[in-house]
């Protein structure tokens, strides 16, 4: 069927994708994408109890664009989730299609990275993927909640740019 929505979000998979999003958009499964998340054994499993009866395969960035193919020729619907937009930026480097639609849910502070709104916090890898999907055709809209107004990477960009600019 389809993907139905491809998604960054830090935290992956808990109660707003599993119960919000899902009301929105059709799922049957979560396609999780992440050298990170797989290696880390205890968040896969955390995963897996947090999507509930829904089904996770967890892949490596490698083996993303792969099982993107196979999600998008399936007769199910799944979501497509990272903590990282390198990541969508590398999958899309490597062939993968998703779409043309990329939701961008919490991406909260950490070392190095600007808090632009809240819950979003960028640093210049993340600006560099954001921009890299854009220019290649990606519409990026920030969103955490369905019913939340959706802000374009155009409108977050400019108000990073403000902020580096003032830091600097």
């Known amino acids: 069927m ?3 929505l491809a998604r960054v979000d830090d935290r992956v998979i808990h ?11 059709p799922i049957d499964g979560f396609l999780v994408v992440g050298d990170k998340i797989i290696h880390d054994k205890l968040r896969t499993k955390v995963l897996k109890a947090a999507a509930g ?7 490596s960035d490698d083996k993303g664009p792969e099982i993107i193919k196979k999600g998008v020729q399936s007769h199910k619907n799944f979501f497509l989730i990272s903590n990282s937009p390198q990541t969508f ?4 480097q490597n062939g993968a299609d998703w779409g043309n639609e990329l939701n961008v849910g ?11 709104e809240r819950t979003l916090a960028l640093d210049d890898k993340d ?39 003032k830091e600097g």
Do not use: C
């Open 89 to 92: 930026a590398k999958l899309l």
């Open 15 to 25: 109660g707003q994708t599993t119960t919000r999003w899902s009301k929105e958009r």
């Open 127 to 165: 600006y560099e993927a954001f921009d890299y999907m854009y220019n290649h055709g990606i519409n990026i809209s920030f969103q955490l909640i369905p019913d939340e107004k959706k802000k374009t990477w155009p409108e977050v960009r400019k108000h990073y740019d403000e902020l580096k600019a």
């Open 106 to 116: 919490p991406m909260n502070t950490r070392e190095g990275a600007i808090v632009v």
């Open 53 to 59: 009866n829904l089904k996770v395969g967890i892949f």
């Open 2 to 4: 389809a993907i139905t």
